[in-house]
C-alpha cells in the first residue's frame, strides 16, 4: 500500500482588503485611533494588536503604530469594542465630510 500526505492538499488562502469591492464609503460611523493610548504604539513592542484580530474585513495592519485602511472599512465598531486600552473610538462619518467640504 503506497504511502499518502495528507499534509499537501492543504488550501492556504489569505483573506485581504479588497474582497468585497471599495466598500469605505458607505460607512456611517469612522474609526479614529488615538496613539496616545494604543498599546503597540506606547511599547513600540506588538503587545496588543487586538482590532488587528477582530478586524472582519482585515483592514487594520499589523504595523506600529497600527493604521485603518479607510478605503475598505465598513465601520462596523468591532476593533473599537474590543481594545483592551480604549484607544479606537468610532465618531460620525458626516463630521469629516463637513470637513473636507
Not at 39 to 60: E, N, Q, R
Not at 66 to 88: Q, T, V
Request: charged share 25%; hydrophobic share 30%; net charge positive.
Amino acid at each position: 500500500m503506497a504511502k499518502r500526505n495528507y499534509c499537501e492538499m492543504i488550501s492556504r488562502s489569505q483573506p485581504g482588503p479588497g474582497d468585497g469591492g471599495n466598500t469605505g464609503s458607505w460607512r456611517v460611523k469612522r474609526p479614529v485611533m488615538d496613539h496616545g493610548k494604543c498599546i503597540p504604539a506606547k511599547t513600540g513592542k506588538p503587545s496588543c494588536f487586538t482590532c488587528w484580530l477582530y478586524c472582519p474585513d482585515c483592514v487594520v495592519s499589523k504595523t506600529i503604530p497600527p493604521a485603518i485602511n479607510l478605503d475598505y472599512c465598513k465601520g462596523c465598531g468591532i476593533c473599537a469594542e474590543e481594545c483592551p486600552a480604549g484607544a479606537i473610538e468610532m465618531v460620525d462619518e458626516a463630521s469629516f465630510i463637513a470637513k473636507e467640504k
